[in-house]
Nanobody
Framework: QVQLVESGGGLVQAGGSLRLSCVASGRTFSGYCMGWFRQAPGKEREFVGAILWSGGVTYFPDSVKGRFTISRDNAKNMMYLQMNSLKPEDTAVYYC?????????????????????WGQGTQVTVSS
């Protein structure tokens, strides 16, 4: 049974940093795309970045590019989201997710519907 568990959320002032962690278990994630999404109250779930478990290629949307980074520790089955220069608009519940290889191969997935497994989420609140 696949499980993803996030941790590291909390309250931070604007301009500050947080590092979220996601521990993955239940299968081998080789070939998977591991992503981070967020959802603020009243808004749709938003893609904030992803990493290919094999190879470590990352991708970020413009909204967080240059501020957020993703890394992983394959030996520990851990993924991290480092968030710097946080803004109040970054306030949301953050989710980690896992997408199996696509029919076209191992690629970065940006759509939530392409992810099969999700964590329970961790709250990030950025005060102004």
């Amino acid at each position: 049974q696949v499980q993803l568990v996030e941790s590291g959320g909390g309250l931070v002032q604007a301009g500050g940093s947080l590092r979220l962690s996601c521990v993955a278990s239940g299968r081998t994630f080789s070939g998977y795309c591991m992503g981070w999404f967020r959802q603020a109250p009243g808004k749709e779930r938003e893609f904030v970045g992803a990493i290919l478990w094999s190879g470590g290629v990352t991708y970020f949307p413009d909204s967080v590019k240059g501020r957020f980074t993703i890394s992983r520790d394959n030996a520990k089955n851990m993924m991290y989201l480092q968030m710097n220069s946080l803004k109040p608009e970054d306030t949301a519940v953050y989710y980690c997710a896992a997408a199996p290889p696509a029919s076209s191969g191992v690629v970065i997935q940006t759509r939530s519907e392409d992810y099969d497994f999700w964590g329970q989420g961790t709250q990030v609140t950025v005060s102004s």
